[in-house]
């Protein structure tokens, strides 16, 4: 049976851990070529050893965006050319706000996770061309949609990715190469250890214990795992897809819904917490409403 990427070559940004080294796992399994660009040199030499033929492991660090092109160029040269490129490396960036603005600290994280998404959609479009076609994949996040998920600078790079998508696919169309973003939610990878300053083992370690104790945080009720990215992932990447530009697909177990009591009996609503009133008051004060008399109309 044919594999949904046969034949096709692609490079992942920030593929040594997490939602990046499962989409590489999915991708190699459906029959692709993949260029893993990372920093993580022993993770990124560890996977080309596990997938021989089908892994090249890339140094490169997405800030310097000689490294980006040196990355694509290398697998369109080592595998004849370049059909998909996933933009996802990232870190959680500055945590300074608007008041203690932190200019160099706003500057690295932009170019890590914007800067770095557009600079690889540009050297990835004359290798698509060639091709006649191609998918551009950019990691978003639920900090785009709403606030409250991240620090400020991050969400708002993440909503820059959203938009340069959109803007993006208006000029690559033309070229048959679709350009799309993925927007996760909550997925339990090493970014959050990271976040707290720990290092690579820790932050692998404390990756487990966020899958095991994130579910209830999700109106699915499970956390997401790596595999979940990886799979929205594939559908943008292949030919599935084939009618899909400009846009971007949510996967986060349904955070984005609404807020937290729209989906959870246990949670106070805003009426109640305006009114001071407890969900059990609530109710009590409903059922002796629909119990009492109707008023006779004079
Ligand atoms: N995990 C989540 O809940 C979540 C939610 C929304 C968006 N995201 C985004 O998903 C993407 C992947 O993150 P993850 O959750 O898999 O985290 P992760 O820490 O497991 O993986 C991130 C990878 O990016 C690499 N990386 C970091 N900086 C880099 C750089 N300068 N150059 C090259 N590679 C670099 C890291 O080495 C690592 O392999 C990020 O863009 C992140 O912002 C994650």
Redesign the pocket.
């Known amino acids: 049976m044919s594999k949904r990427l046969d034949g096709k070559v692609a490079v992942i940004?920030?593929?040594?851990?997490?939602?990046?080294?499962?989409t590489l796992e999915l991708f190699v399994e459906e029959g692709a070529q993949v260029v893993a660009?990372?920093?993580?040199e022993d993770?990124g030499r560890e996977l080309e050893r596990r997938h021989p033929g089908a892994v090249r492991f890339a140094p490169?660090?997405?800030?310097?965006p000689e490294?980006i092109r040196a990355a694509i160029d290398g697998a369109a040269a080592a595998f004849g050319g370049l059909d998909i490129l996933f933009s996802?490396?990232?870190?959680?960036g500055t945590f300074a706000g608007v008041e203690n603005f932190d200019l160099a600290g706003w500057d690295a994280t932009q170019a890590?996770?914007l800067r770095?998404v557009v600079a690889g959609a540009s050297y990835a479009v004359p290798h698509m061309k060639r091709r006649g076609g191609g998918s551009i994949i950019n990691?978003?996040?639920?900090?785009a949609l709403q606030a409250g998920?991240?620090p400020i600078c991050?969400s708002v790079a993440?909503a820059g990715v959203l938009h340069f998508t959109r803007m993006a696919a208006t000029e690559l169309s033309a070229h048959r190469i679709r350009i799309n973003a993925?927007?996760?939610?909550?997925?339990?990878?090493?970014?959050?250890?990271?976040m707290l300053g720990m290092d690579?083992a820790q932050?692998?370690e404390f990756?487990r214990a966020v899958a095991e104790k994130s579910g209830s945080a999700n109106p699915i009720g499970r956390s997401?795992t790596?595999r979940d990215?990886a799979e929205a992932a594939l559908f943008l990447a292949s030919d599935a897809s084939g009618f899909v530009t400009g846009t971007h697909l949510t996967v986060d177990g349904g955070i984005t819904i609404g807020p937290r009591h729209a989906w959870d009996p246990q949670a106070p609503g805003p009426m109640q917490t305006a009114l001071g009133i407890s969900r059990e008051d609530a109710q009590r004060m409903r059922a002796g409403a629909q119990s009492a008399p109707a008023t006779k109309a004079r």
């Open positions: 940004t920030g593929a040594a851990s997490g939602i990046g080294r499962a660009a990372d920093v993580q993770a490169c660090d997405v800030m310097q490294q996802n490396a990232g870190r959680g890590l996770l770095a990691t978003s996040s639920i900090s998920y991240a991050y993440k993925i927007v996760p939610g909550f997925i339990a990878t090493s970014i959050f250890g990271g690579h932050s692998a990756a997401g790596p990215i």
